[in-house]
T-cell receptor, first 113, second 116 residues
């Protein structure tokens, strides 16, 4: 089984709709992250969490919110989706050392029409 | 703030040949790690190799090696004996260890095509 899972894998939604992307991990890591990938821009950090009680904004948090329901679960919400939020979204985890980098989920392709 | 620059949007290499992908970064920190990630068409992000800034020795993982020049803030990836499965996007990434957050800052990527 995959260590980091994301649901859904693909989603098409309409402008103005609320949508939640979910991430679960079995690696036992305390740090979790949400990234967005746009063509030609690499990955950009949206939010990150040290643990359940510690959530921080990343580079591009406007229009997004997150919830860390448990150590293993970290959800990303778009309160009112807009077309320029069409992108590939990745969840990732890291242990405290960071020595092995981050472990990434398979990604969610989100299209906002 | 940290910035990571990959100046080669696309590259190609003949199968079995060697190719080098470039990466430069800008930081005022001393405690950091550098990584190369591979993203094949499946879109999964796969760690290729890492380098700890305090280590002078260049990291090597089988056919993949890096040339880490700390003073020049350069971190290039060399792929030897290129294989068709190496075709992918390659991202250079920087991790600042100072804050403990382990956030990654990515370059914009290099699309590598291995030609049979």
């Amino acid at each position: 089984d995959a260590d980091v899972t994301q649901t859904p894998r693909n989603r098409i939604t309409k402008t103005g709709k609320r949508i939640m992307l979910e991430c679960s991990q079995t690696k036992g890591h305390d740090r979790m992250y949400w990234y967005r990938q746009d063509p030609g821009l690499g990955l950009q950090l949206i939010y990150y969490s040290f643990d359940v009680k510690d959530i921080n904004k990343g580079e591009i948090s406007d229009g997004y919110s997150v919830s860390r329901q448990a150590q293993a679960k970290f959800s990303l919400s778009l309160e009112s989706a807009i077309p320029n939020q069409t992108a590939l979204y990745f969840c990732a985890t890291s242990d405290r050392t960071g020595l092995r980098g981050q472990y990434f989920g398979p990604g969610t392709r989100l299209t906002v029409t | 703030a940290q910035t990571v620059t990959q100046s080669q949007p696309e590259m190609s290499v003949q199968e079995a040949e060697t190719v080098t992908l470039s990466c430069t970064y800008d930081t005022s920190e001393n405690n950091y790690y550098l990584f190369w990630y591979k993203q094949p068409p499946s879109r999964q992000m796969i760690l290729v190799i890492r380098q700890e800034a305090y280590k002078q020795q260049n990291a090597t993982e089988n056919r993949f090696s890096v040339n880490f020049q700390k003073a020049a803030k350069s971190f290039s990836l060399k792929i030897s004996d290129s294989q068709l499965g190496d075709t992918a996007m390659y991202f250079c990434a920087f991790m600042n260890r100072q804050t403990g957050a382990n956030n990654l800052f990515f370059g914009t990527g290099t699309r590598l095509t291995v030609i049979p």
